[in-house]
């Protein structure tokens, strides 16, 4: 169980350092300041899945789930 715990936060930290470098990478090519990027595609990256799972649910007649409730 601390193994996993462990592991999980490494691939957490991994992710992160994963997700910050190819931020600063998009920036350059685009010739923009990383923070703002950063500050833009970080909610954007957080809320899809839950936006998609909604809509997912909605479809299938499951509005509550959608809903939250």
């Keep these: 169980m601390i193994g996993q715990t462990v592991l999980s936060v490494l691939l957490i930290i991994a992710g992160a ?7 600063i990478s998009i920036a350059e090519q685009l010739h923009a ?3 703002v990027l950063a500050l833009v595609i970080a909610p954007v990256a957080t809320e899809l899945p839950e936006t998609l799972n909604s809509v997912l ?3 299938q007649g499951k509005d509550t789930l959608a809903l939250g409730t």
């Design 17 to 23: 350092r994963l997700f910050i470098s190819q931020i």
């Design 33 to 35: 300041n990383a923070t």
């Design 57 to 59: 649910w909605v479809r």
